[in-house]
Each structure stands twice: as C-alpha cells, then as structure tokens.
C-alpha cells in the first residue's frame, strides 16, 4: 500500500506480512499532510463516526486531528434511523487489506512526500532534496555517535581509575554536574522541586552505564533501568530520550507533581538528574513489574494475581484516584491511567506512576480543555477523546476499564472476537445485564472468587465507564462501595454506546446539521481511541 512498508523488512521478500505494515513516513500533524484515496479496501477496526457530515467535512476534521490517521465517508444505520457521516480512524488501522468485492474508498493520510508521483517532476526534486539532507544527517549523526562514543570511554576510563564514586549518600555527589533546582523552570526559581539531587556518574555506577542486562523496559518518552546502590538498595532509573521537547516537559511535570505527592498506592520519586542533555529520574524499585506485564504481556503470569490479590490492587487504584483528585494539596487529574501505569511491589500491592501528563486543577474548576489529546486510547473517556474535554470523571472512566480488565484478564484494545460481543466493556454490561456477571470473571482464577465481590466489582466498573461524565461516581463514591460489603448499590448502569453497529453497505451523501459525535463499531469491533505517547 503506497506510503507503507513491512514491519518485518524479510516479509517483503518472501510475502508473509501477518506481521503487519508501518508507515514510511510520520505524519507531522501539520500543513504537509494530504489524503491518498484507496479503493476496494476492507475497512479497518475501531472506528469513529461523526453524524451529519458531507464528504468535504471528513478531510477537515481528519486534519484538525492529529490522531486522525484516515477517514471515509458512508451511511450508518442506528435503530430505524440511517445517517450519513464521516468514519474517523485514529491510530493504528487494523485489520485492513484490498478485497476483490464488497470493499470501500478509504482514505489515508500521508505526509505530501507520500503523495508523490514518478511523473511529477517537483516532486521528484523535492525528494532528491529530501534524500541529499538525509545523506547529511546520517553523516552527522556518525559523527555525533563517534563523538559520544569518545566521552562514554572517558567515563570508563575514570572508573578504572577509581575517580566514579558510587556513595549516594553524599550530599555533595548529589548535586555533582547538575543544574541547580533554581534552573528548572525558566525564570521560575522558587519552584523548583523539593527533591535531592543526584549526581549522573552515581547513576552510570549504580545502572552499570545503562547496560543492556539493566533494562526493565521501554515507555513513550523514556527507558527504564534497574540500579543498585551500594547498600544494597535496588532503584528504578528512567532515563527520558534525548532530543524530545515534549519529553522535557513531561520529565518537568513529573518531578513537580509527584515531589509534592505522598501516598501508599503512589510510586515513589527518589530523586533527579539533569546532566547537559540527559534527564533522569529515579524512582523506588518494584520487583514485580507493572500490572500490564501479569496480566497481559505472559499467560503462565495470571495465576500469580488471585482474586483477593486482584480485589486489593482493584481497592488500592481507587484510593490513589481519590487521594489524587480530592486529598492531596494538589488536586490533579491523571490522565493516563492504565496497567502499564500501575506498578506492584512485594507484597503486590499496587502504586500508581507516571505523571507526565497530568494536570493540576483549580480548587473550583470541574472541567478543562484541550487541542492536544494525549493519552491511550481505550481508557480515554469519549468527551476527552473526541472533544478535549477532561475532568476528574476521565479519570473515572480509566479506572472503570481497567478494574474490568483486571476481573476479566482481556485488554480492552484486544479483545477476542470469539467471545461474540464488541468489546469488553459491552461484553461485561450482556452479562452483567442477563445476571450471569460472575461470568465475566478470569478463567484462571475462577476458583478462588468471591462471588459478592466480583459483581459488586463488575457493577461499579459499568458505572465507571458510562458515556456521560455527570452519569460517572466520584472517587469517593467507588472507594465506598467497595469497601463496604453491606452497601446496596442503588444505581444500574446504563449500556455504554461501544455497542451501537455499522451499517455494511455504505454510500456518499448528507449534509451537515448537527455537532453530535456517536461512537460505533465496524465488522463488529468497537472504537478505543488512539496512543497519544
């Protein structure tokens, strides 16, 4: 498919893609981006459909998106009612290929180089152009490489000298080529962080100089390492990629935020480094990895997390949000709740970490906005996807698709299709509804459920991740009703729109009339909105 290329580069010669495809070139969520248009596709999963568009509409709102990563235009068919609109795809598209019949126009967005054609000769110099400057910095970049290379063996050479100390202990190593705390917010001296600051070289001693064996894993904006002090004690470093301004800011927020946060269900900050170009923090070490890798990432894992085990960290999440949104000095709104942010220690209890894109809330103030959606799809709360609209009741929704993926063990984006319901939030609210919610429970830890617990779960899940956020409990709701076995939970949940279908047969045609935004499902998957990180 123009503008895409394998995954795995050996697949194009031996035609195997189940791999899948990634494109040639990002797209710059700017003036350089265009649409090619592709007949007799299969349309991909997870689709958003904005009602009331003509076909000129798509293109705009695609581009106003910087998630949007395609769009096509038909006819949806809700109840007796058929509505003409636009079908937006945000992220990556899935399950998509060119059929023989019953296909659609589809039309992708690429960057202009994309776009290009052999008989253009503009073109054609533009991407010799582009070529040659790649050429340069490539040569550059080798060069730069050299040139680190050169420092790192500096760095070596100082430790068999015995000139790297490794005691962070001292007050003195802590600040060693550091920029102050009065220098991390421009022009903004008294807020800096109330957090030490440690050396980098005591950080190279305790990762081992980022060796490979010390990485624990690999996020958005970042890398993390394993550390060992010299007393003994084990850290987390993460250390955040070079060269990314947004990553700066998030590294900033963090420190900010959690410098000014104590709470048992929160991962605690040790300490930061900034060193010339790298940024650095340092964080207590938990040995049992995130909740994403027990649940997800290996099957054998799940029956380490028993129903009691998973009913704490279910309690524990919730305290977190509650603390976050209501107890703390601070009152902040996550914004990017999900397994992979839930960190377990010893003992599996849960603590909840990175705050890069948190934001902090006005004693009086409900609701914010924005025009740079971050975050991953699939726990974003629809008002916050599809409008920028966030709130404490975003948060709300997070945590009500993850405490239904921790009863069930299915990711919400993955869901099996075999299980003959949309999605995991329409699969738990058909059982939930026909009274067989017990279930919906893990397979793998079905003998050790209490069954009061897991509906009672079930149900303030469904709560959770109802469509309006007026329709949501606050945390301190959620707390309360699973804390208290002998309280009735009076209200029922209503049924989340993921489940609404698609009509097979599309056409052009519609004008629009109307704003409103409807979430629905194509070939029977439904939407979770894009990975902003």
């Known amino acids: 498919m123009e503008g895409f290329e394998p995954k795995v580069q050996s697949d194009r010669?031996?035609?195997?893609?189940s791999a899948?495809?990634?494109?040639?070139?990002?797209?710059r969520c700017g003036d350089g981006d265009g649409f090619l248009r592709v007949e007799g596709m299969k349309l991909p999963d997870h689709v958003v459909f904005l009602r009331n568009r003509n076909i000129g509409d798509c293109g705009t709102a695609c581009l106003t998106n910087c998630s949007c990563t395609a769009y096509a235009y038909s006819d949806v068919t809700m109840g007796n009612e058929t509505i003409s609109g636009c079908l937006i795809w945000v992220g990556e598209l899935i399950d998509t290929e060119m059929v023989s019949s019953g296909g659609g126009d589809l039309y992708l967005r690429l960057m202009d180089i994309s776009l290009a054609t052999s008989g253009s000769k503009t073109k054609t110099r533009r991407i010799v152009i582009i070529a040659s400057l790649s050429a340069i910095i490539v040569c550059l970049a080798c060069i730069f490489i050299l040139w680190k290379f050169s420092e790192v063996f500096g760095v070596f050479k100082d430790q068999k000298k015995g000139k790297l100390l490794c005691d962070l202990s001292s007050s003195t190593d802590f600040a060693n080529n550091i920029s102050g705390s009065n220098e991390f917010i421009e022009g903004q001296p008294h807020q800096g962080p109330e957090l030490p600051l440690i050396?980098?070289?005591n950080i190279l001693c305790a990762t081992n100089n980022f060796s490979e064996s010390n990485k624990l894993g690999k996020g958005g904006f970042g890398i993390v390492y394993k550390?060992?002090?010299?007393?003994?004690?084990?850290?987390a470093v993460k250390r955040l990629l070079r060269g990314s301004r947004q990553g700066l800011s998030e590294f900033k927020n963090e420190v900010i935020l959690i410098a000014k946060l104590q709470h048992?269900?929160?991962?605690?900050?040790?300490?930061?480094?900034?060193?010339?170009?790298?940024?650095?923090l340092v964080y207590e070490y938990m040995p049992n990895k995130s909740l994403d890798f027990l649940l997800f990432a290996d099957p054998t894992q799940k029956t380490e997390l028993d129903w009691g085990k998973r009913f704490n960290i279910i309690k524990g999440i919730a305290r977190a949000l509650l603390y976050l949104h209501q107890d703390s000095r601070l009152r902040i709104i996550h914004r990017d709740l999900k397994a992979s942010n839930v960190l377990l220690d010893e003992e599996m209890n849960p603590k909840v970490s990175d705050f890069g894109l948190a934001k902090i809330f006005g004693v009086n103030q409900d609701e914010a906005n924005t025009?740079?959606?971050?975050g991953t799809y699939g726990y974003m709360s629809p008002e916050y996807a599809m409008e920028g609209l966030f709130s404490v009741k975003s948060d709300v929704y997070s945590y009500g698709v993850l405490l239904l993926e921790i009863v069930s063990g299915f990711r919400n984006s993955s869901f099996p299709l075999a299980m003959d319901s949309p999605n995991l939030l329409?699969?738990?609210?058909?059982?939930?509804?026909?009274g067989n919610a017990e279930d919906y429970v893990d397979p793998s830890i079905a003998g050790s459920c209490a069954r009061a617990e897991v509906v009672r779960s079930i149900h303030v899940g469904l709560l959770c991740v109802q469509d309006s956020p007026s329709d949501r409990p606050a945390m301190s709701s959620v707390v309360f009703m699973l804390e208290n076995e002998e309280a009735t939970i009076s209200a029922a949940p209503k049924q989340p729109t993921f489940t609404v279908r698609r009509n097979q047969n599309p056409h052009r045609g519609g004008d629009s009339r109307d704003d409103n935004i409807e979430m629905c499902s194509?070939?029977?998957?439904?939407?979770?909105t894009t990975e902003g990180r």
């Open 227 to 235: 550390g060992n002090l010299p007393g003994g004690k084990e850290i």
């Open 426 to 434: 329409a699969y738990a609210w058909q059982l939930w509804n026909e």
């Open 522 to 528: 194509y070939n029977n998957v439904t939407i979770t």
């Open 13 to 17: 010669e031996n035609g195997n893609f």
């Open 371 to 374: 025009d740079r959606v971050v």
């Open 264 to 280: 048992r269900n929160l991962v605690k900050l040790l300490a930061y480094c900034i060193h010339g170009e790298e940024k650095l």
């Open 199 to 201: 050396g980098f070289e």
């Open 20 to 27: 899948g495809c990634t494109r040639k070139k990002a797209l």
